[in-house]
C-alpha cells in the first residue's frame, strides 16, 4: 500500500474555522500526512506552513497520492462546482478520501472512472456492516474512558480530546484517541462516523469503537465527542455516544462567550454548573460519570479575556478549566487523576 500523502482539498475554505474543520484537523493532528492544499478562491502562496495551490495540476508537483475532501458543507452535500475538481483528481490518479454525507462510491460515473484509473474512492462517514446495539462489554473492559461532551456543536470537542491525548502520551500514558467523526477518522486513519450510523445502533457503534481501541493498547480512552444534548437536532447521537461509550469521566466543552445554542436565540446555553449536573444524571445507569475538568474555547477573546474566562469557569463549577489549546492541556489531565501507563478512574 503506497504512503498516504495528502492533498487537502479546502476550496474557498482554508481559512475558515467552522467549514474548513476537517482541512484544520488534519493539518494540526496529522501534519506528518499532509503536502499542501487547494484553495483556487485564496491569494495566499502558502497555508499553515503548506503550499496553497489553485489547481489539482499545480498540486502534482508535491507528489500527492490521495486527495482529501477538507470541507464540511450544510447537509453534507457537495456543491456543484466540486464535481469537476473530484473528477480531476481523479483523472490525476488520485485516491480521494471523503467525509461528508454524500457518498462517492453511490455516484456510478466516479466509480466508473475511478477504476479506469485505478483509483480508490473512500467514504469515511460510511458505517461498517453488522453494526448492532451495545452487549454490555462497554462495562467489562479495563480501561479508563473519557468523553467530551459539550454545549455546542463545532465548539472543539474533537480538539481537545486530540490535545489530551497528545498531553498524556507525553507523561507516558497509553491513551487513545476514539475517533468517531469523519475529522477524526481522516486523522486517526480508522473509526466510525456515528452521526451516519442508524439511530439505533449508535450506542452499539460507540461501544466496538471503545473496545476497538482497547485492542488497540489503550488503558486511557479519550472518546471524540459529538452533538450537544442541547442542540435541538444533533442531540441523540450525543446520547448514543453516552451510553454506548459508558465514559468513566467527562470533559464538558464550551466556546467561552457563547450563550445560545447554534446562534437560535430560542435555545440559550445554561449556566456551566447546570450542563455538569445534567451530563451526570443522564449517564448510563450502570456505569455512573462525573465531569472531572471544563475545556473553554476562547480563540474569539484576548489573553486576558481568556485567563478571566477560565478563572469564572472554575469559580461557578468548582472543578478545574482551561484552554488546552491556548495554555496547554497539562492542568486537564492533571484533574483526570491519570498516572503513567496507567489510568485512575
Known sequence: MRRRRLLVLAEGRSGDPHFGKTARGVIRYAPQDVVCVLDSQSAATEHEGFPLVRTVAEALRFGPTTALVGVATQGGRFPPAWRALLEECIRAGLDIENGLHEFLTNDAELMGLAAKQGVE????RR?????????????THDATSILMVGSDCAIGKMTV??????ESKSRG????FIPTGQTGIAIAGWGISVDAVVADFIAGAAEQLVLEGVRRGGEVLFVEGQGSLLHPAYSGVTLGLIHGSAPHSYVLCHKADETVVDGDDRYPIPPLSDLVELHERISLLARPAQVR?????TRDLDEDGARNAVAEAEAETGLPADDPVRFGAGKLVDALGLTERTGVR
Open 121 to 124: 474512492l473512500r467514504d469515511l
Open 127 to 139: 458505517a461498517p456492516p453488522g453494526l448492532n446495539v451495545p452487549t454490555g462489554e462497554n462495562l
Open 161 to 166: 480530546a486530540l490535545e489530551l491525548d497528545r
Open 173 to 176: 500514558v497509553r491513551s487513545e
Open 293 to 297: 475538568a471544563i475545556a473553554l474555547n
